[in-house]
């Protein structure tokens, strides 16, 4: 056996660069969100429900485009003395109404089973025959129920989006103060979140939504206009603060205990730099995760209060004033309330996958058979 | 003659992952006998833990695919059924873990844990069990057993837990104990404690003993038999004795020259293996530690078989360097580093 | 134990006042404007508008009127401004309903949720957990009212059958068998959501346990996988799902189930509370949410101390 004349002639590098090229690779430390990247990246159900999502985005900001090219009209335009052509018969936009069986819309005689009185019916669902206008048929007005789908989704995601980002970036803000400075000001804080914890969320929201609804809002130098749909959003941005922030609160009160928040501090860090640049980024993968979350459920709350009179205020369309406007009818036009719903159902589904998704990637733990 | 109890046959046990196959176990093999204590020694990602969890055949899952045989008293573990190893856990084989705290449920009481131990394979009833259980306390060396059968994991102290463990994993008279680092979360002075105490119940047990631990400190006084693994592969294996006065591979020798000792001259520095752990995905060709060892020349991109190269009946090792050579050379780094130039 | 009590007691009723007096804010200091007007209606002479400030008390600084507003609540003497019906009378009235929905509902979502859960984390990866997360993701996902509207629709009004009733509540103590039919639809529109919910936090509640040491410590124990599931795995993953169960199931039945009742017109008393919100009407309001903030800080309370029986770490020794 041959036997190396002194020690040196192997050194660290030498050994090193052998090690790569027989292949031996060295374990190569990989960064926490690069890891989480790759385990999304290979989630093909969550980024097709990412995908969904941006889809339904799309297609409401492209509200006007259908609204001019396909339907032709706008989401406010009542039409009801118009007529459609469907399929080569001219059919009202809305019709007569009188005693009807409310199952068949035929004329029936009063005091029958099934017969109630209809004011007037409009017209259901053309689908493909007729033209593009009122695909999904016409509301009790006469107006276009596709295209204030269209407009309605782009109300109802501007007040969830926007909702969702106020209260995230509130939550944050009060969770890194309370967490951080804790003593009294925690106390407050928790007291704060408490307070609105023994609140029902939806009682809240729909109190200070009727109420602002009234005459708008015109305090702390803001003056909005009580149609505006900046009420619901900062109504329902309020509304879940607690719900974001007592968690975070206590994410950001365990890392405070730990060593590199006291090294931080022993080395003059500013508390400003610590809450931003050591705390916040390690809460980040849980804020990504409500942010999406949250957004879902405040596409929720948003169409629940506007059912309710307490959100978006008519003649605006949201998808939740959109059912509201269809209950009445439900019977006969099912698809003015389905519609809408459906619509809520898709993008607070494909929402709440990506969430999902993203909560696997940033935080694996289920015992999943690995293809190989 | 000592009655063999297990005898690990080259046993391999690779998990698939999304990075590749981790060939975590790569062919190993010892045997145990009754009333022998076995130190199994070496770093993170050496697979000594998971040779033990296999022992036990608690690596088993979807993504585990197991080689070679674990004969327990001539029974292949590997081959049998999950609802027949339960049988075996615990009753034949017992194991205690590193973290006490976590490894005893919070909310039962250490007492209710023991007898659930107990009851698991021997059909006797509650008041019986807890009396046990409390006999088992008073063993281990916890005061007020009586009264302390009934309390919480988070009212014992970090050594106590560990002995409350040891109890629990005895409970059923195991012929061996596998005990995975129990010294390693515990502070020094309790360390010795703990050490002393397992010594002392291997003999009033009759049990085997199977230590793991990446500190050859730990496992000097009381084990019989040493094991040195390295990613995943028996890399030196003798009487403890021969390992600790004549070691023949440089990574042995890098692992005795990071202990500080109290017996020989103070060196400037500890000796500190440079380099890190090979990849259990791409392991190196040859020679799995000749990326980081000093003396390592062109044989070593040859994988040497785990063979006796000394005198000495029963001391095997994993290098190709001469005997000779090897006791020359190796003081440098057992001793340290000094400030006389090599 | 004891002070404990007194504390978490004291608190509670801290917060019930600091509850009341932000309804009082919300309705009397944000909107602005002039809530005699608003009472006195579209047609109101400027007399009748000053006769209803005066005999409402709404020219008094608002601090009287809070303190007013308090003494007639516990007095029991509270009065809509619209109807003029005692609106503890009316909260009384809604509540057997209300009752009967929130319990029924839980009952179902709490066994359904737990099921589910297990047997999701049980099969995980397997096509059981696969169809079930599918179910409880669009479970969540569906508005509760618009469920409800849709339900009626196919299940009452005629799109698929007219096997329910369409609404509406009937005592138990008039007819148990059609108690148990009007309620039928509302309780599992209700529940939908909290079984997809609650199935879901248990699924991950559960797979993350089964990582923990202890298991790995009761499976070297040589326990069967069904004792470790249900003595180990289960008793640390169900305390979490203990804790939601008591605050949701306190703010249903403090009102939080106002959508589903308005759908099916059970004139509970989230009901209530949705018809005096759309007028504008502040006795009744602060009535229920008084009630609602008593149910949630109650249960709260009790949350807390089941918590505490159920993990020995957190007692107060």
Redesign the interface.
């Known amino acids: 056996?041959?036997?190396?004349a002194t020690?040196s002639e192997?050194t660290?590098d030498t050994?090193?660069e052998?090690?790569r090229e027989?292949?031996?690779?060295?374990?190569r430390g990989r960064s926490p969100w690069f890891l989480a990247w790759r385990?999304l990246r290979r989630n093909k159900i969550a980024l097709a429900a990412l995908l969904l999502f941006f889809l339904i985005v799309i297609a409401c900001l492209l509200a006007p485009v259908y609204a001019h090219r396909v339907a032709d009209t706008g989401p406010n335009a009542n039409h009801p003395l118009d007529k459609v052509n469907v399929n080569g018969t001219q059919v009202s936009v809305l019709s007569q109404g009188g005693y009807l069986n409310?199952?068949t819309l035929q004329p029936c005689s009063t005091g029958g089973n099934?017969c109630k009185l209809f004011s007037s019916i409009p017209i259901g669902p053309t689908w493909v025959s007729g033209g593009g206008h009122f695909v999904l048929g016409a509301d009790s007005n006469g107006r276009d129920v596709a295209v204030r789908l269209l407009y309605g989704g782009r109300v109802s995601l501007f007040v969830g989006v926007i909702s969702s980002a106020i209260c995230v970036i509130l939550a944050i803000v009060l969770a890194l103060v309370a967490g951080y400075f804790g003593g009294w000001i925690d106390f407050v804080i928790t007291r704060f979140f408490?307070?609105f914890?023994?609140?029902?969320?939806?009682?809240l929201g729909?109190?200070?939504g009727?109420?602002?609804a009234?005459?708008g809002?015109?305090?702390f130098g803001l003056n909005i206009g009580s149609g505006s749909i900046w009420i619901p959003t900062l109504v329902i941005s309020y509304v879940l603060i607690p719900y974001v922030g007592r968690p975070l609160r206590g994410q950001v009160l365990s890392l405070r205990e730990k060593e590199f928040i006291e090294a931080a501090i022993s080395q003059g860090a500013s508390p400003l730099r610590i809450m931003f640049s050591e705390l916040l980024p390690n809460v980040a993968s849980s804020v990504l995760v409500f942010f999406t979350l949250i957004i879902?459920n405040n596409i929720?709350l948003e169409?629940?209060l506007s059912?309710?009179?307490?959100g978006v205020q008519p003649p605006t369309a949201s998808w939740g004033t959109l059912?509201s406007d269809g209950?009445t009818l439900?019977?006969t036009r099912?698809w003015l309330?389905?519609a809408p719903?459906i619509a809520?159902?898709l993008t607070?589904?494909a929402l709440?996958?990506f969430g999902?998704g993203l909560r696997d990637a940033l935080d694996p733990?289920?015992?999943?058979?690995?293809e190989? | 003659m000592a009655e063999r109890l297990l005898d690990v046959e080259d046993l391999a046990v690779h998990f698939?992952?999304?990075d590749g196959?981790v060939r975590a176990v790569d062919g190993v093999s010892f045997g145990l006998d009754r009333g022998q204590v076995l130190g199994i020694v070496g770093e993170s990602g050496s697979g000594k833990s998971v040779t033990a969890m296999t022992l036990m055949g608690l690596t088993r899952?979807?993504?585990a695919k197991f080689e070679g045989a674990v004969r327990y008293q001539g029974k292949d573990l590997l081959q049998i059924s999950d609802r027949e190893m339960q049988d075996y856990r615990g009753n034949e084989i017992g194991m205690i873990f590193q973290d006490p705290m976590t490894s005893l449920n919070p909310v039962y009481r250490v007492g209710e844990q023991i007898v659930e131990a107990i009851r698991a394979h021997d059909h006797v009833d509650r008041r019986r069990a807890r009396r046990r259980a409390v006999e088992l306390l008073k063993q281990v060396g916890i005061p007020n057993p009586e009264s302390r059968v009934d309390d919480f994991p988070h009212q014992f102290s970090g050594g106590m837990r560990q002995r409350a463990m040891i109890a629990m994993a005895l409970s059923c008279n195991p012929a061996i104990l596998i005990a995975d680092e129990p010294t390693t979360a515990l502070d020094v002075t309790i360390q010795a404690q703990i050490i002393e105490l397992i010594g002392r119940l291997k003999d009033d047990f009759d049990s085997a003993v199977i230590m793991i631990t990446h500190d050859l400190g730990v496992v000097a006084d009381i084990a019989d038999e040493i094991m040195v693994m390295y990613a995943g592969r028996v890399v030196e294996r003798g009487a403890t004795r021969d390992v600790f006065y004549d070691p023949q591979m440089p990574y042995t020798w890098g692992l005795l020259g990071s202990i500080p000792r109290l017996d020989r001259p103070r060196p400037e520095r500890l000796y500190s293996i440079?380099?890190?752990?090979?990849?259990l995905?791409?392991?190196?060709?040859?020679c799995k530690f000749?990326?980081?060892?000093?003396?390592?020349?062109?044989?070593c991109?040859e994988e040497p078989k785990l063979e006796q190269r000394v005198e000495t009946a029963g001391h095997l090792d994993r290098c190709?360097?001469?005997v000779t050579?090897k006791r020359e050379?190796r003081d440098?780094m057992i001793a340290g580093e000094s400030t006389e130039a090599? | 134990m004891l002070t404990f009590l007194i504390r978490r007691v004291i608190g509670a009723a801290l917060?019930?006042l600091?509850?009341t007096f932000?309804?009082f804010v919300?309705?009397i200091v944000?909107?602005?404007?002039d809530p005699a007007q608003?009472i006195a209606g579209k047609n109101a002479t400027q007399q009748n508008i000053i006769n209803i400030r005066h005999s409402w008390g709404f020219d008094q600084p608002f601090y009287v009127q809070y303190w007013d507003m308090l003494k007639k609540m516990f007095n029991g003497d509270l009065v809509s401004y619209t109807s003029q019906q005692n609106v503890v009378g009316q909260i009384v009235q809604g509540m057997p309903a209300t009752f009967s929905l929130t319990i029924g509902a839980g009952i179902i979502w709490l066994f359904f949720g737990i099921l589910v859960g297990v047997i999701s984390a049980v099969t995980?990866?397997r096509l059981s957990d696969r169809l079930i997360t599918v179910f409880a993701?669009?479970g969540?996902?569906?508005?509760?009212?618009?469920l409800g509207?849709?339900a009626?629709?196919y299940f009452a009004?005629?799109?698929i059958a007219t096997v329910f009733p369409d609404g509406e509540y009937y005592p138990i103590s008039q007819n148990p068998a059609q108690w148990f039919w009007h309620l039928l639809l509302p309780w599992v529109v209700l529940a939908v959501l909290f079984i997809g919910f609650y199935g879901r936090v248990l699924r991950?509640n559960i797979?993350?346990a089964?990582?923990e040491d202890y298991v790995r410590t009761a499976k070297a124990k040589g326990l069967s996988p069904r004792r470790i599931l249900i003595k180990h795995v289960l008793r640390t993953s169900l305390i979490p799902i203990v804790t939601l169960f008591g605050?949701d199931f306190a703010?249903?039945l403090?009102?939080?189930a106002?959508?589903t009742e308005?759908v099916f017109d059970l004139h509970g008393v989230g009901q209530y509370?949705?018809q005096s919100?759309?007028n504008?009407d502040l006795p009744p309001?602060m009535g229920?949410?008084m009630y609602?903030?008593f149910f949630?800080?109650t249960f709260?309370v009790l949350v807390d101390l089941f918590y505490a029986y159920l993990d020995p770490r957190i007692r107060p020794s």
């Open positions: 056996m041959a036997q190396p020690e192997f660290l050994a090193a052998l090690a027989e292949g031996g690779h060295e374990i385990r409310k199952k099934d408490d307070l914890f023994a609140f029902p969320a939806v009682l729909i109190a200070l009727s109420a602002l009234i005459n809002f015109h305090h879902a929720v169409a629940a059912f309710l009179g307490a059912i209950e439900i019977v099912p309330s389905l719903g809520i159902v607070v589904l709440n996958v999902d733990r289920a015992k999943v058979r690995v190989h | 698939a992952t999304e196959l899952g979807v993504n440079k380099g890190t752990p090979p990849s995905i791409n392991a190196p060709r040859g000749r990326p980081r060892c000093p003396h390592a020349f062109d044989k991109m190709w360097l001469d050579f050379h440098a090599a | 917060v019930c600091a509850v932000i309804v919300i309705f944000v909107p602005g404007g608003r995980a990866g993701l669009i969540i996902s569906m508005p509760v009212f618009w509207i849709v009626r629709y009004e005629g799109g991950g797979l993350d089964i990582n605050l703010g249903v403090g009102g939080g106002i959508l308005t509370a949705a919100i759309n504008f309001i229920v949410t609602g903030a949630i800080v709260s």
